[in-house]
């Protein structure tokens, strides 16, 4: 994984990447960059849950035109296609690096996708009203559709 980021910041694939480095024993959310490259070698994978996608979400709005890089479990994932759909990131400015997600005497390298509920048919932006739909359009729409 290190070295994905490293190559990824060296090569302006991402400008910041959203990762945990260890400060004082523990994880903590950390901003990588091309300017301090050399602290990659201390970004760690571990146990710590902190939602890096709503630090990507503050970073974006800061600043749109960065790409932006995280460590993604399944959650975050998730997070992110909602996100997405709320035009709150833009996918093409993202790049994520999946990382496993919750440890179980379950399952091996268990991840919370088995909690999962099955895909929906569409997102709620590819079916939803158009913007400043009236009643009467909507009451238009056959109950099949």
């Known amino acids: 994984m290190r070295n994905t980021v490293r190559e990824w910041l060296e090569t302006g694939r991402v400008d910041i ?8 024993g523990h994880p903590l959310p950390h901003g990588f960059t091309r300017d301090n ?6 970004l760690v994978e571990g146990t710590a849950r902190y939602p890096l996608e709503k630090l990507a979400v503050r970073i974006a709005a800061k600043e749109p035109s960065l790409k932006i890089g995280l460590m993604a479990r399944d959650c975050t994932q ?3 296609k909602v996100l997405y759909i709320w035009n709150q ?3 093409d400015r993202i790049e994520t690096i999946t990382v ?34 009236s009643i009467a359009d909507c009451e238009k729409i056959s109950q099949e559709e």
């Open 17 to 24: 990447f959203i990762g945990y480095r260890l400060f004082e």
């Open 37 to 42: 490259i050399d602290q990659v070698a201390e």
């Open 78 to 80: 998730r997070a992110l």
């Open 89 to 91: 990131l833009d996918p």
């Open 100 to 133: 496993n997600c919750c440890p179980s005497a379950i399952k091996d390298h268990a991840d919370c996708s088995y909690l999962q509920r099955p895909e929906t048919d569409a997102d709620p932006k590819v079916l939803g009203w158009k913007k400043g739909a």
